[in-house]
Structures are given as structure tokens and as C-alpha cells.
Nanobody, 121 residues
Framework: QVQLVESGGGLVQAGGSLRLSCAASGTIFNINAMGWYRQAPGKQHELVAAITNSGGTNYADSVKGRFTISRDNAKNTVYLQMNSLKPEDTAVYYC???????????????WGQGTQVTVSS
């Protein structure tokens, strides 16, 4: 089993910054892609940013230039630096990781419990 523990959410004023962290622990041989998703009230679950284990990144158009995703493979941790936050960034942010539990096994997708980010205007 694998656990993803998120931290770093909170309340911030528009224009401010927050940094989210997500640490994976448990039976891990390797982690392929890691990413952050979010869901706002009344809206669909959406990809915010993703990063491969070699560092390739992908961002939602709405956060390009403001958010930066990074990872520390030695710590099995992914980060999301969020700058120039807007009220429309308010949502629950979820961490996702595609974890290979043992060598030659297929990856399994895991989710964190979610962390609330609220941006006031």
C-alpha cells in the first residue's frame, strides 16, 4: 500500500503565494508521473500540473506562468509552487502518483486526501 500525504494549503489573499507538498510512502519501487488536480465547488475535477520522473512537465492553460511543479525523487515528493494566486484558483487540490510497487509490476494510481486552497479577493 501507498499513502500520499499533502500539506501546504490554506487561506491567502489574491496575488499571494502558497506551496503545496505531497509525500508518498509505503511499498514503492519507482514513481512514474506525479501531478496535482483540483476541484472547485460546482466544477469538474481538472488537471493543474503534472511531472514525469525525468522532469517533463505539463500545465493547465489557466496556471501557466504562475504555477510551477517540481519533484524530489529521492524523497518521493512532489511540490506545487503557486504564485499570483487568483480567487478562481480556490479549490481542493489533490495529489496523484503512478506508483510501481515492485520491479516489473504495473503502476497503480494513488490519490491524496486533498488540501483546501482558498484565495480571497
Amino acid at each position: 500500500q501507498v499513502q500520499l500525504v499533502e500539506s501546504g494549503g490554506g487561506l491567502v489573499q489574491a496575488g499571494g503565494s502558497l506551496r503545496l507538498s505531497c509525500a508518498a510512502s509505503g511499498t514503492i519501487f519507482n514513481i512514474n508521473a506525479m501531478g496535482w488536480y483540483r476541484q472547485a465547488p460546482g466544477k469538474q475535477h481538472e488537471l493543474v500540473a503534472a511531472i514525469t520522473n525525468s522532469g517533463g512537465t505539463n500545465y493547465a492553460d489557466s496556471v501557466k506562468g504562475r504555477f510551477t511543479i517540481s519533484r524530489d525523487n529521492a524523497k518521493n515528493t512532489v511540490y506545487l509552487q503557486m504564485n499570483s494566486l487568483k480567487p478562481e484558483d480556490t479549490a481542493v487540490y489533490y495529489c496523484n502518483a503512478d506508483v510501481v510497487p515492485y520491479r516489473f509490476r504495473a503502476a497503480v494510481s494513488y490519490w491524496g486526501q486533498g488540501t483546501q486552497v482558498t484565495v480571497s479577493s
